[in-house]
């Protein structure tokens, strides 16, 4: 009775494990791809968003803003923040930020005060065409 010999059975080892990696891929692939195209977009207007504190110290800019809605999650990072009328860089932590929870949002830059000029800092917080202008409280002078 003769059999496989070692050689081929390597092979077709290797073959069956090649297509099952494969097939696993390929289904992976098109479960994110579902996931990506059906997920709601996670979208909020400024109405829901509450300024807790505000506060410039040096040319440190510290903002604790309260996700006001009552059942859904915001996206902080989609916000477009803007320091005395000049954009930054939305440094909001965390990005995903549950219903009823804080987020700070640090702003490391000074574009448009001198320190000690005196000038309160204004910041607004746009998204989806909605403004939300805040005057923060300059506790160096």
């Not at 195209?37 to 509450?50: K, M, R, S």
């Not at 477009?80 to 939305?90: C, E, I, R, T």
Request: net charge negative.
């Amino acid at each position: 009775m003769k059999g496989i010999t070692p050689v081929i059975a390597i092979v077709l080892l290797i073959g069956i494990t090649v297509a099952g990696a494969g097939t696993l891929w390929t289904l992976v692939q098109e479960q994110q791809t579902y996931v990506e195209d059906n997920a709601p977009e996670i979208q909020f207007n400024t109405d829901i968003l509450n300024v807790e504190s505000c506060w410039e110290e040096s040319n440190n800019v510290h903002m604790q803003v309260r996700n006001e809605h009552p059942e859904n999650a915001i996206n902080a990072s989609a916000l477009s923040v803007y320091y005395m009328y000049d954009s930054v860089d939305n440094q909001a932590d965390p990005g995903v930020v549950n219903p009823q929870r804080t987020f700070r949002i640090e702003i490391d830059e000074d574009p448009g005060t001198n320190p000690g000029s005196g000038e309160t800092p204004v910041i607004e917080l746009i998204n989806n065409g909605n403004t939300l202008t805040h005057r923060c409280f300059n506790i160096n002078n």
